[in-house]
Nanobody
Framework: EVQLVESGGGLVQPGGSLRLSCAAS????????LSWTRQAPGKGPEWVSG????????FYGDSVRGQFTISRDNAKNTVYLQMSSLKPDDTALYYC????????WGQGTQVTVSS
Protein backbone atom coordinates (compact mmCIF):
# COMPACT_ATOMS: atom_id res chain seq x y z
CA GLU A 1 0.00 0.00 0.00
CA VAL A 2 1.35 3.40 -1.00
CA GLN A 3 1.71 5.74 1.96
CA LEU A 4 2.79 9.37 1.77
CA VAL A 5 3.02 11.38 4.98
CA GLU A 6 3.66 15.11 4.74
CA SER A 7 5.06 17.21 7.59
CA GLY A 8 6.68 20.55 8.21
CA GLY A 9 3.75 22.86 7.65
CA GLY A 10 2.75 25.58 10.05
CA LEU A 11 2.21 29.28 10.54
CA VAL A 12 4.91 31.55 9.16
CA GLN A 13 5.19 35.29 8.68
CA PRO A 14 5.40 36.78 5.19
CA GLY A 15 8.95 36.59 3.93
CA GLY A 16 9.68 33.51 6.01
CA SER A 17 10.71 30.02 4.99
CA LEU A 18 9.53 26.49 5.59
CA ARG A 19 10.73 23.07 4.52
CA LEU A 20 8.10 20.46 3.90
CA SER A 21 8.91 16.76 4.03
CA CYS A 22 7.08 13.76 2.65
CA ALA A 23 7.99 10.32 3.94
CA ALA A 24 7.00 7.53 1.58
CA SER A 25 6.53 3.80 1.86
CA UNK A 26 4.86 0.92 0.07
CA UNK A 27 6.47 1.33 -3.34
CA UNK A 28 9.87 1.50 -5.04
CA UNK A 29 10.58 5.10 -4.08
CA UNK A 30 13.72 5.51 -6.19
CA UNK A 31 11.92 4.47 -9.36
CA UNK A 32 9.16 7.09 -9.41
CA UNK A 33 8.75 10.74 -10.21
CA LEU A 34 7.30 12.68 -7.31
CA SER A 35 5.47 15.96 -7.06
CA TRP A 36 3.89 18.56 -4.81
CA THR A 37 0.47 20.09 -5.33
CA ARG A 38 -1.30 22.65 -3.19
CA GLN A 39 -4.87 23.71 -2.66
CA ALA A 40 -5.73 27.10 -1.25
CA PRO A 41 -9.02 27.73 0.53
CA GLY A 42 -11.87 28.00 -1.96
CA LYS A 43 -9.64 27.20 -4.95
CA GLY A 44 -8.83 24.17 -7.05
CA PRO A 45 -5.59 22.20 -6.82
CA GLU A 46 -2.46 23.90 -8.17
CA TRP A 47 0.48 21.77 -9.29
CA VAL A 48 3.62 23.16 -7.64
CA SER A 49 6.69 21.09 -8.43
CA GLY A 50 8.01 17.73 -9.61
CA UNK A 51 11.23 15.75 -9.57
CA UNK A 52 12.49 12.77 -11.51
CA UNK A 53 13.61 9.52 -9.84
CA UNK A 54 17.29 10.41 -9.60
CA UNK A 55 16.67 14.00 -8.61
CA UNK A 56 18.58 15.38 -11.58
CA UNK A 57 15.54 17.04 -13.18
CA UNK A 58 13.17 19.35 -11.38
CA PHE A 59 10.08 21.16 -12.57
CA TYR A 60 8.14 24.09 -11.17
CA GLY A 61 4.88 25.86 -11.68
CA ASP A 62 5.14 29.44 -12.88
CA SER A 63 3.90 30.85 -9.58
CA VAL A 64 6.68 29.27 -7.49
CA ARG A 65 9.66 29.07 -9.85
CA GLY A 66 12.65 30.69 -8.20
CA GLN A 67 10.92 30.65 -4.81
CA PHE A 68 10.55 26.93 -4.04
CA THR A 69 13.08 24.11 -4.40
CA ILE A 70 12.20 20.43 -4.61
CA SER A 71 14.66 17.72 -3.66
CA ARG A 72 14.66 14.09 -2.63
CA ASP A 73 16.69 11.65 -0.58
CA ASN A 74 16.19 8.18 -2.00
CA ALA A 75 18.07 6.60 0.90
CA LYS A 76 15.47 8.05 3.27
CA ASN A 77 12.45 7.63 0.98
CA THR A 78 11.71 11.30 1.49
CA VAL A 79 10.94 14.20 -0.82
CA TYR A 80 11.27 17.81 0.30
CA LEU A 81 9.93 21.19 -0.68
CA GLN A 82 11.99 24.14 0.49
CA MET A 83 9.86 27.27 0.40
CA SER A 84 11.27 30.76 0.82
CA SER A 85 10.04 34.34 0.59
CA LEU A 86 6.60 33.09 1.50
CA LYS A 87 3.59 35.23 0.72
CA PRO A 88 0.00 35.10 1.98
CA ASP A 89 -0.93 33.69 -1.45
CA ASP A 90 1.17 30.62 -0.61
CA THR A 91 -1.30 29.69 2.11
CA ALA A 92 -2.65 26.26 1.21
CA LEU A 93 -2.79 22.60 2.04
CA TYR A 94 0.31 21.05 0.48
CA TYR A 95 0.24 17.48 -0.78
CA CYS A 96 2.97 15.24 -2.06
CA UNK A 97 2.14 12.63 -4.67
CA UNK A 98 3.63 9.94 -6.81
CA UNK A 99 4.14 10.91 -10.43
CA UNK A 100 4.56 14.27 -12.13
CA UNK A 101 0.85 14.01 -12.83
CA UNK A 102 -0.25 13.17 -9.29
CA UNK A 103 -1.47 9.62 -8.79
CA UNK A 104 -1.33 8.59 -5.13
CA TRP A 105 -1.62 11.46 -2.65
CA GLY A 106 -0.79 12.04 0.97
CA GLN A 107 -3.09 13.70 3.48
CA GLY A 108 -1.44 17.09 3.20
CA THR A 109 0.22 19.56 5.53
CA GLN A 110 -1.17 23.04 6.12
CA VAL A 111 0.94 26.08 5.39
CA THR A 112 -0.40 29.44 6.58
CA VAL A 113 1.45 32.63 5.74
CA SER A 114 0.19 35.48 7.86
CA SER A 115 1.42 38.27 10.07
Amino acid sequence: EVQLVESGGGLVQPGGSLRLSCAASGFNFGALDLSWTRQAPGKGPEWVSGINPGGSSTFYGDSVRGQFTISRDNAKNTVYLQMSSLKPDDTALYYCATGIQPADWGQGTQVTVSS
